[in-house]
């Protein structure tokens, strides 16, 4: 009794409305910027901003409205790539309004001739002219993601801030159901009735309105995947994913980055075994066990209905999908004559074609079958242009999605594993992801393990590796949506309306410090890497290393100095390597850093870093097992630092060294490695949604943060 009348009185206190949860402040780092600096970041941010609408007023329009880029053809540093723009631009390209996707074959050719000419533009003021140029008559979509491209790939854009995907394009991040009360507060001017507020998650708090949302349930995800969707729809790990593909676009010619040619894909590899293994650790914590296989022919269990919607409704993809055979024969003809060519190349031990030749049995090979399996520019350069028809992952995609037709040249109907920014949510991503990785394990059971003598770091031992409780809580984080709202020219003109924010609890964990005690013989400087992986399998059962290597997540890389005798290393979670805190918002940085003269500093040196609140997985209320591993050896630095892909380039060894390839166990139990059994604990409620429920609206996490 009593507790209902609690109950009661909490939603009536809910109900009155008006209880303001003021966001979490954090302050991030930022650095200094010169004027110029400040100048250029303001132009971009206007270019990416409110990309619905083409506001008149606004500079870029005033820019590009009349701007022509056939007059300027001498300001480009590449003619061919003028030529190749103009002659689409001349048919016409993909109207507004409608989606843009990459994987649409004739959409992909028109932004990549569209960043060709923002790419070679000659110097900042044309590169301005010609985004705005696209800015005002081109596909909101398709400029965007070109923009983003140029605007991380030029030389003179080094350090300019991109805003966060989901603040450019927040229906790629969000279900439906915040659209329906975004759409009803602007258009009855806010919360005026009793039947819409606190009840249905919305609030307005000071100047803005705040609507909650949760994650997908099980109306949309089957069999119980609907347990990991605070993971797979987090807007941090989906923004990670984007800047993968904006960094690393498939299509990209390496001119564009030459240091890049010998470790593409080799990074293609590393980065979807380490997403795919961190995946894995949260299906453990979740009870959801191993990733399920499939095949082209049968069945495909893993149903996935998203309710998003971008311009339309998101195709929905049936549990026990059959892919209709006769709709998509020579999609799957291709799809397993690629499967089977790599096999039979496997087995002869070397690939022959494309004018190449390349051995399978060195492990630098990796790089080549990288290429191979993304099919990407660096794959046919010894035979011309990038215009290959027949990419494996773009064909996998569409017959995957559930989207039975696309015919015309711009028909194309939204689906999940359409864009990048939605990819992650459909549980067949990882599915088709892992099936990859299951080819280039056969590739990596053809090199030679690591010997003792590899491994072997003389006269350093690890005698102890301490971590204290790993604890993780989820709390609430605010992102603004506005730029998927449609203003009035007055709203547009006064910066004092109101604007719309998503309140989403998320995954996080406490701070946390590993400490390895280390007995050295040696002095120089050494390597340390930190692993986590999984101790038991889906079933509970142990799992034997080798079995087991590549489902290890690489946290951390640092260099250490050791010294004659003990060394005592304390390492933080907030020093790890590999990680960057949530993007600030732009209208903070806007508001307080930049004229202030400083942009934040992770943003313009690592944007595409992997969110540091997701390091570890979700846990258990009593505490999930895992495997730490530490793993020390001697530092040689990279020949060549790899200025745009910072977060990878470390030392000279691979990437992921030493489970980058099968392992011997044996070899594994050197002096200087040591595997520590380790818990992560959840703490709080166990499900997002409980924080969003009616009477909880207000509901601070009680979990302390520290
Ligand atoms: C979130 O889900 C819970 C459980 O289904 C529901 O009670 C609550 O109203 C939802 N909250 C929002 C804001 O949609």
């Not at 941010?45 to 870029?60: M, N, P, Q, S, W």
């Not at 069999?223 to 990209?252: C, Q, R």
């Not at 890049?260 to 009870?287: C, D, I, M, P, T």
């Not at 907030?574 to 500093?601: C, W």
Request: proline share 6%; hydrophobic share 35%.
């Amino acid at each position: 009794m009593k507790t209902v009348l609690v109950l009661a009185s909490l939603v009536a206190l809910a109900l009155a409305g008006n209880i303001v949860i003021p966001p979490k402040h954090v302050d991030c780092e930022v650095k200094t910027v010169d004027q110029d600096f400040i100048t250029k970041q303001k132009q971009i941010f206007k270019l990416f901003y409110y990309i619905g609408h083409v506001d008149t007023e606004a500079e870029y329009y005033k820019t590009g409205k009349d701007y022509d880029i056939e007059e300027h053809v001498s300001d480009y540093t590449n003619k061919q790539a003028v030529e190749e723009f103009l002659n689409l631009w001349k048919v016409g390209f993909l109207p507004k309004n409608i989606p843009f996707s990459v994987f649409n074959d004739r959409s992909r050719q028109e932004a990549v001739a569209l960043f060709h000419v923002l790419y070679y533009a000659k110097d900042f003021d044309v590169f301005y002219k010609t985004a705005s140029f696209a800015r005002v008559y081109m596909n909101e979509g398709q400029f965007l993601y070109s923009c983003y491209i140029a605007v991380l790939h030029r030389p003179d854009l080094k350090g300019i801030v991109v805003p966060a995907p989901y603040e450019t394009n927040p229906e790629l991040f969000t279900n439906e159901d915040v659209w329906y009360r975004v759409h009803r507060i602007k258009m009855q001017n806010g919360i005026d009735t009793n039947d819409f507020g606190p009840e249905y998650g919305v609030s307005h708090e000071e100047n803005r309105y705040v609507v909650y949302a949760n994650y997908s349930d099980n109306y949309v995800y089957a069999d119980g995947e609907d347990k990991i969707s605070y993971f797979t729809e987090d807007i941090g790990l989906n923004a990670y994913y984007y800047y993968f593909h904006v960094f690393f676009p498939f299509w990209m010619e390496s001119e564009v980055q030459p240091l890049l040619k010998e470790h593409r894909g080799e990074v293609y590899y590393n980065f979807y075994q380490q997403l795919l293994a961190r995946y894995y650790l949260e299906r453990l914590s979740s009870g959801l066990g191993e990733i399920p296989d499939y095949s082209w022919n049968h069945q495909i269990e893993a149903g996935y209905k998203p309710f998003m919607k971008y311009y339309y409704n998101f195709a929905q993809r049936p549990s026990y999908y059959q892919i209709p055979y006769e709709k998509h024969i020579n999609e799957l003809q291709v799809l397993n004559t690629f499967e089977q060519t790599f096999i039979q190349f496997l087995q002869q031990g070397h690939f022959k074609a494309f004018n190449q030749d390349v051995d399978l049995r060195n492990s630098k090979s990796v790089n080549f079958v990288g290429n191979f399996w993304q099919g990407n520019a660096d794959l046919f350069t010894k035979v011309g242009p990038w215009n290959h028809p027949y990419s494996y992952e773009v064909i996998a995609r569409h017959v995957l999605s559930g989207v039975t037709s696309n015919s015309g040249k711009y028909d194309f109907v939204p689906s999940s594993l359409g864009f990048y920014q939605t990819s992650l949510r459909d549980p067949a991503f990882y599915q088709l992801y892992s099936r990859i990785m299951k080819y280039f394990v056969e590739f990596k059971k053809s090199l030679t393990p690591y010997t003792q003598d590899a491994l072997h770091y003389v006269g350093v031992k690890i005698n102890d590796v301490k971590v204290n409780k790993l604890v993780t809580y989820f709390d609430f984080y605010d992102f603004e949506v506005s730029n998927g709202v449609y203003f009035s020219k007055e709203e547009m003109k006064s910066s004092r309306w109101p604007y719309y924010v998503v309140r989403q609890p998320r995954l996080n964990h406490k701070p946390f410090t590993v400490s390895v005690d280390v007995k050295s013989d040696v002095e120089g400087e050494a390597v340390f890497k930190i692993f986590l992986g999984p101790k038991y399998d889906g079933k509970g059962y142990p799992i034997d290393l080798e079995e087991n290597w590549q489902n290890f997540v690489e946290l951390d890389w640092f260099v250490q100095k050791l010294t004659k005798g003990q060394n005592k290393i304390e390492r933080q979670s907030t020093d790890f390597f590999y990680t960057k805190d949530d993007s600030t918002p732009i209208r903070e940085i806007v508001e307080k850093y930049l004229a202030d003269g400083k942009v934040p500093s992770d943003m313009s040196v690592k944007p595409g870093a992997y969110p540091h609140r997701l390091l570890l997985p979700k846990g258990t209320s009593g505490g999930f097992p895992y495997w730490i591993y530490v793993v020390a050896y001697p530092y040689q630095p990279a020949n060549k630092q790899v200025e745009t892909i910072r977060v990878y380039a470390n030392d000279n060894k691979p990437l992921g060294y030493p489970l980058d390839r099968p392992v011997n166990s044996v070899y594994f139990k050197q002096p200087n490695m040591f595997f520590e059994e380790v818990r992560v604990y959840h703490e709080g409620e166990i499900y997002p949604y409980e924080y969003n429920v009616p009477y909880y609206t207000y509901h601070h996490n009680e979990v302390s943060q520290h």
